[in-house]
């Protein structure tokens, strides 16, 4: 199935100079089955410009290709298309303190992170063993917290409190300061949509 946007996002990459694409993305371009490999969530992913697919070789790398396409499939050409060789500032930002960040906060748009805290708030340990599942690491913030790679040069921090007799379990998303130089924001919400949709899973 092909989500909108699709068709012209590989039309677009199709052009592209693939050594200069690996090097900006991040990804492995593979001349002989013109291909890109890329890391997704710790998952290999291999974007096929000759036969326009996107497949997985793990598990959960299909899950998030398949059930979660209309999230993850134009997410991953957008990513290969704009990505910039540019280094993190390792400074976190809501993404709804972005320009045109209010689609992560408004309607139907909004990232269910509290699904997180549901899932994750008494059990932090369970927390931390996804998050190595995905190919994510260890960090510093509240009970527990981890920088999740969807894409290498878009990094993604989830960040669990614990519950008590007083407040309930809580959770933030936050993203490196330069993720709107890699992906527009609507594709950066799709971005975070896959994120919390894997680790619910």
Request: charged letters at 25%; aromatic letters at 8%.
């Amino acid at each position: 199935m092909s989500w909108p946007g699709e068709e012209k996002a590989w039309e677009i990459l199709s052009r592209l100079d693939p050594e200069e694409t690996e090097i900006r993305a991040g990804a492995v371009f593979n001349s002989e089955n013109y291909s890109y490999e890329l890391k997704c969530l710790g998952q290999d992913i291999r974007v096929s410009l000759k036969d326009k697919e996107i497949t997985a070789s793990s598990g959960t790398g299909r899950f998030i290709i398949n059930d979660l396409g209309k999230y993850s499939r134009l997410s991953i050409l957008s990513y290969l298309v704009n990505a910039k060789d540019i280094p993190l500032t390792g400074e976190l930002v809501r993404p709804s303190d972005l320009s045109g960040g209010g689609i992560f906060v408004r309607g139907t748009h909004v990232i269910p992170i509290d699904e997180i805290a549901e899932c994750f708030g008494s059990d932090p340990e369970k927390f931390s063993a996804i998050g190595k599942e995905l190919g994510g690491s260890g960090r510093d913030y509240g009970d527990v917290s981890i920088e999740f790679f969807p894409f290498p040069r878009v990094p993604m921090t989830i960040i669990v409190w614990a519950g008590d007799e007083d407040f309930p379990p809580k959770a933030s998303l936050l993203c490196d300061s330069t993720c709107t130089l890699q992906l527009p924001i609507d594709i950066l919400w799709s971005t975070a949509m896959m994120v919390v949709k894997t680790i619910t899973n």
